[in-house]
């Protein structure tokens, strides 16, 4: 529950950071250092890390009035970072850590990358292969990682890596912050359907890492893991946008633009499903808000893979509608998307045939829609558990293809 007077406190210091640096003429990394130095960039994180120690629930209250007094934004610059990896650098890092990552990842001046999945382990994350070896001081990691997004423009990654083979595979993983310009990091483009490579795969041959940055204890990567893929969930299908905007926005500016003073049954069929869709998205809409405004931890529970996964069918569906709207133009598709490595994620300015094929993957990024239902199934309506037959196993001793 938001006591009143740390409502009023925080609009206090927004109107004053408003009006100390009126965002239309400040530079964005300075705008932010101040939103940073302030307290009001994760207002729940402690004081010094960018937080006054407040409820999470004023941290939408508080990006909503900078977004729409027009301050530039931290998740737009660093969508991995803000979103992901700062939530799991304030919960399990060191002191030295939180002080030294979480300013330069807020204002966008060092960009985060996650380094979890792998050829072999996507959904499965705790198989992992990459192996991390002590060496004095220092780490030695040797392996590969794939799907990596922003890993091109990324300065540092979140990585797992497996410490201990012997142990079940849980057990054995422990989680770095990894210098990804060192030595011994090769980055690699892999381009997606849109000719944009928003993701990577990442190699590593010997790569060093300091044990300063260790994220958490030896052996605790996977508990440390789980905070980052909890943030994940509310980062992708969370977000409080304003009523009518997101995705449903580009179908109804379709229909209005082609079918709005049309009188026949088939227009009248397209608005049912624009209409039911616009409901839906209104419906996740509320509960997101709902469940931002309950929200009394960080960390948030599974009612992010609930949102994540209304996220991801209902852009599915919504895009489907807006190419279908197109009408037979809908069926003309440019096959010649520039091969590009994009400066951040975002679909922006893109046209419908481009969102359409974006947002497919929208079901497997973050998480697949069936590990999104197993989640609900599990933690929330309290079915029985999947089948898992290597968790026992000592990792070494699991069949790999
Ligand atoms: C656009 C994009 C960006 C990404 N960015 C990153 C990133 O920055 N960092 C990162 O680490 N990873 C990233 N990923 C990887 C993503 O997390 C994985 O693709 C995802 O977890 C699925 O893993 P997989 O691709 O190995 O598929 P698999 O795990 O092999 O799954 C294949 C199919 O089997 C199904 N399946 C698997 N297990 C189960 C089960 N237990 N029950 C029911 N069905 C199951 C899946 O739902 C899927 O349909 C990204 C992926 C995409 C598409």
Partial sequence: MIVQSETERVDGLVDQLLADHPPAGSDPVVFLGEQFDRGLAWVHFQEGDGGLGLSPSLHQRITNRLIEAGAPSAAARNVIGYGMVAPTIATHGTDRQRKRYLRPMFTGQEVWCQLFSEPGAGSDVAGLATRAERDGDEWLVNGQKVWTTVAHLAARGLLLARTNPDLP?????????????????????????????????????????????????????????????????????????????????????????????????????????????????????????????????????????????????????????????????????????????????????????????????????????????????????????????????????????
């Fill in 169 to 401: 595979k849980h057990q054995g993983i422990t989680c770095f912050l990894i210098d990804m310009h060192g030595p011994g990091v090769d980055v690699r483009p892999l381009y997606q359907i849109t000719g944009e490579a928003e993701f990577n795969e990442v190699f590593f041959t010997d790569a060093k890492v300091a044990d300063a940055d260790r994220l958490g204890g030896v052996g605790e990567g996977w508990r440390v893991g789980l905070t980052t893929l909890m943030n994940e969930r509310v980062s992708i299908g969370g977000t409080v946008s304003r009523r009518g905007q997101g995705p449903i926005d580009l179908a109804v500016d379709v229909w209005k633009e082609r079918w709005a003073d049309d009188p026949s049954p088939y227009a009248s069929a397209l608005r049912d499903r624009l209409m039911r869709l616009w409901v839906s998205s209104e419906t996740t809409r509320l509960t997101n808000q709902r469940a931002a405004d309950l929200r009394q931890k960080g960390t948030p529970g599974p009612e992010g893979s609930v949102a994540k996964l209304a996220f991801a069918e209902q852009n599915k569906l919504i895009t489907e509608l807006a190419v279908d709207l197109l009408g037979a133009e809908g069926m003309l598709h440019s096959n010649d998307y520039p091969r590009v490595r994009p400066k951040g994620v975002g679909l922006a300015g893109a046209d419908v045939h481009k969102q359409f094929l974006r947002t497919r993957a929208n079901s497997i990024e973050g998480g697949t829609s069936e590990v999104m239902r197993n989640i609900l199934g599990e933690r929330v309506l309290g079915l029985p558990g999947d089948v898992r037959t290597d968790k026992e196993l000592p990792w070494k001793d699991v069949p790999r293809s």
